[in-house]
């Protein structure tokens, strides 16, 4: 085995809930496409309500980039196109039909195909917001060359999927969507798989990359975590980074010249009575996932992982770039004594619940803060959850007096969102962390455009 990279800094989060390696069909009526869940476009619609449209029919583009089309996930009739506060475009919403209808593509022999081929026939298909780009994780520019690629074969963020049981039988997309990604950015690819729970053939075996080796707790799935080990982001370079199941819908595209968005979802969380997989579509309808699954009320339905995803609702959808589903208890209740008590099962970074020391079983999280927002001092916890060579309280600092110098020099460029997950987890001031880092992202990238 290749030189493992050790991560010593972070926290795996044992949670209940975990998704059963059992997958079952689900079907939803109504599927959505969502503006919101891509930073710093702009979208310009393209349909409207009663429009027919076909899997891969373009639904809007970026007015910063009227290249960049946002397609259908499904075939079926436009029902609504949703809109927020100032008219913000928030939702479009398809009505699905019962046999799913796909627009084909002229797609290249990718043996003859030139980059350039490549880049236009992920652009017309509305493959190409997959793969985002470092720093600020935004979509990529097309026609900027990456300096590399990074693909994180596995994902440990607590409740996460299972990265090896979805890749398995997908295989030969999964190395196609490696060459097709490898003959397009002209740039290494490197793939990250953990030393000892990576056991899919199809990421150790995988053609023409680079495997980065990796041990430690959450955040080591981070790709960001793992860029800042192998290949650090500097001032003026462009990564891209792009999730294997995307790796392998990439691959599937060139086989069946078809923007099939068929997509495996793991349900999961406290609340959820049998956490399992669901076959379903991008994009889907929450609702027919946890019919009969979630009985209670008053549950936090989050698209995504419980640090970093967004709260929906009921009957939301899930978002572009999540594979799973998870379900808790809202934290509206008021708790007994507060810190004061023994908390035998509540979770401890530190020692302040004798849970820290007599409870070794996965816990039942929920959404209570435990406290509002507070002087923001240092007190060391950050550091102890954040695997990179980067001041995190420092430069949340830099971003809040907007800074831009100092936000360079501490390191802006390397982290995204999720890289400081676990230290909002771990804030005593109650901090919203992704929320500042966020800010300062789309504030830099701004000025430097």
Not at 33 to 58: I, Q, S
């Amino acid at each position: 085995m290749d030189k493992v990279i050790t991560i010593r800094k972070g926290l795996d989060m044992k949670l209940k809930g975990e998704a059963e390696r059992v997958t079952v069909n689900s079907r939803s009526a109504l599927y959505a496409v969502k503006p919101t869940d891509f930073h710093g476009v702009l979208p310009k619609l393209l349909v409207a309500e009663g429009d027919r449209v076909e899997a891969g029919t373009p639904l809007f583009f970026n007015k910063y980039s009227e290249r960049v089309l946002f397609t259908a996930p499904v075939s079926g009739v436009v029902e609504a196109i949703r809109r927020g506060e100032r008219r913000r475009l928030e939702e479009i919403v398809i009505r699905a039909d019962e046999d799913i209808a796909y627009r084909r593509f002229d797609v290249p022999d990718l043996a003859t195909a030139t980059p350039e081929a490549l880049e236009e026939v992920l652009l017309a298909s509305g493959l190409w917001p997959v793969i985002r780009q470092r720093p600020y994780d935004v979509i990529a520019t097309p026609g900027v060359a990456p300096h590399s690629v990074f693909i994180s074969c596995f994902d440990s963020a607590p409740l996460a999927p299972d990265l090896d049981f979805l890749i398995s039988q997908r295989g030969a997309e999964f190395q196609l969507g490696i060459d097709v990604i490898r003959k397009l950015s002209g740039a290494p690819v490197n793939l990250g798989v953990h030393a000892d729970k990576t056991k899919a053939t199809e990421f150790l075996s995988a053609q023409g990359v680079n495997i980065n080796v990796f041990r430690g707790p959450h955040p080591a799935g981070n790709v960001g975590v793992q860029i800042h080990h192998v290949d650090p982001v500097v001032k003026g370079d462009v990564v891209w980074v792009i999730h294997p199941l995307d790796v392998a819908m990439i691959g599937r595209f060139f086989l069946r010249k078809e923007y099939d968005t068929t997509r495996v979802i793991a349900l999961t969380g406290s609340s959820v009575k049998q956490p399992k997989y669901y076959k379903t579509h991008m994009g889907a309808d929450i609702s027919a996932l946890v019919e009969g699954q979630v009985t209670e009320e008053n549950q936090r339905y989050i698209s995504g992982n419980v640090l970093t995803g967004t709260r929906i609702e009921p009957n939301g959808f899930l978002g572009f770039y999540h594979h799973g589903c998870t379900v808790i208890p809202e934290g509206d209740h008021y708790e007994f004594m507060g810190w004061a008590r023994p908390g035998f099962d509540a979770f401890s970074f530190t020692n302040t619940f004798l849970s820290k020391i007599f409870h070794r079983k996965p816990f039942a999280p929920h959404t209570n803060l435990n406290g509002g927002e507070r002087a923001f001092v240092v007190t060391g916890q950050y550091e102890k959850v954040f695997p990179m060579d980067i001041f995190p309280v420092q430069l949340l600092k830099a971003i809040m007096i907007k800074d831009i110098d100092l936000m360079e020099n501490l390191g802006i460029y390397e982290v995204v969102e999720e890289d400081m997950a676990l230290c909002e987890v771990m804030c005593t001031s109650k901090i919203e962390v992704q929320s500042i880092l966020r800010e300062g992202l789309d504030l830099i990238r701004k000025e430097m455009s």
